[in-house]
């Protein structure tokens, strides 16, 4: 029988069940109190004296503060076809921010306020999962995954890049993106002591939820 779903914050990991189950990182995205009022008062400044200016600080705010964290790594694409040239190459993840919101928030700047408050929240109601796993252990596995992610945030510029199918991989992924771990949040749910059943609950979550720094 399942125990009820448990949270964790980031401090709180080392009180994760040692027990079998599944987990799930979610990242709440943070647009800080100066931040934000510095680009409130900048949008106020600019926005009848230079829109083009004012329209670009708000793209690229939401950029730097929300859209890159959760940016897909290129894919690799290949495009054939009968007696064809063959074509290769790389297919980069945007994010297309409707020129209605860019518009509304120059219009009134104060409304960022109300969108970094529900950002602040969203986690995970509104959240896809960053990566979802299993454990014969969860408190281990889970202090083997803080570990990791505090290595590369010291060293990850001098080590390869690791597989995203590893822990290593999604630690990388962190440090990589810059994502303040004090907003990482995980919540973790314990299975029957088979591990088998963690594995098969793991394997379709995955395939359901399509967490976005790594799939099993």
Known sequence: MTDSIKKHLWADIVNAPALPGVYAWYYSPEITDYDLEQTISRLKEYRNVNRLAAETLVRETLDNRVFRHFREDPYKAVIEGPLKPNYTGTLEHTFQISSGL?????DDPDRLRTIRN???ISAPMFASPLYIGMATNLQ????THKSLIERYRRVHRQEPESSRST???????IAKRKIPPDRLIVFTCTTETDGNTAVDIENILNRVYYPILGRN
């Open 167 to 173: 822990d290593a991989g999604f630690a990388w992924q």
């Open 140 to 143: 281990t596995r889970l202090a």
């Open 118 to 120: 529900v950002l602040d």
């Open 102 to 106: 860019v518009q509304r928030i120059v």
